[in-house]
């Protein structure tokens, strides 16, 4: 349910502060580690962590050199927690070597995501009910930075905007809604009563 979030970090080695041989090390130990080089898919488990290597030996594990290619792509990966990379420019090791800790980050299970989703929804119309309508679109945004496709979600913020009147804004969210569900009946009834509002008004 929930996209695995990924970090990126891009490790630009001087020619004179780089390295020749690579220690990667993770917290908590025993990530696996793949190789993979510049425009292919295929990767090649290097081993687990901590991984002690050093260019040649990359570059024989890909088949690559310096000279066919700019960059090389390692992941760190481990059950239950988010993946990291490291960039490394092909041909600028140099001579000493480079240590690199990485702090792996645990990945929150489906669980707990929906437990947050539903404690937000729980709040947002708790605040709704007594017009803190602020408060409410705060609750109910949390939700759409988890899924900001759920009709739900949008439904609820839409609902949020027509108790305040702002029909235009609560329009908007509705066929947002449609777009993603055309059979979501709360928002074609709420775009009905909507356009009968704005009829009688005439």
Not at 136 to 150: F, P, S
Request: aromatic letters at 8%; a neutral charge; charged letters at 25%.
């Amino acid at each position: 349910m929930k996209e695995i979030y990924i970090s990126l970090i891009a490790m630009m080695f001087l020619l004179s502060s780089c390295a020749s041989k690579l220690m990667i090390q993770s917290d908590p130990p025993q990530a696996e580690v793949f190789a993979s080089s510049e425009g292919k898919t295929e990767k090649i488990k290097l081993g687990q962590t901590p991984v002690e290597i050093t260019e040649a030996q990359i570059n024989e594990q890909l088949k690559v050199s310096p000279e066919n290619t700019e960059w090389i792509f390692l992941t760190i990966e481990k059950k239950n927690y988010e993946k990291r990379f490291i960039a490394l420019p092909a041909n600028r090791w140099g001579e000493l070597s480079k240590n690199i800790r990485l702090q792996l980050k645990p990945m929150e299970d489906n669980e707990t995501v929906v437990t947050k989703m539903l404690k937000y929804f729980f709040n947002a119309k708790k605040f709704a009910e007594t017009k803190q309508y602020d408060q409410a679109h705060t609750e109910i945004d949390k939700v759409l930075v988890i899924d900001n496709k759920m009709t739900q979600a949008l439904s609820m913020k839409a609902g949020i905007y027509f108790l305040q009147g702002n029909f235009e804004e609560a329009k908007v969210l509705y066929k947002k809604a449609l777009e993603i569900d055309p059979g979501f009946s709360d928002a074609i009834q709420m775009l009905e009563r909507i356009q009968n509002k704005a009829g009688s008004s005439q």
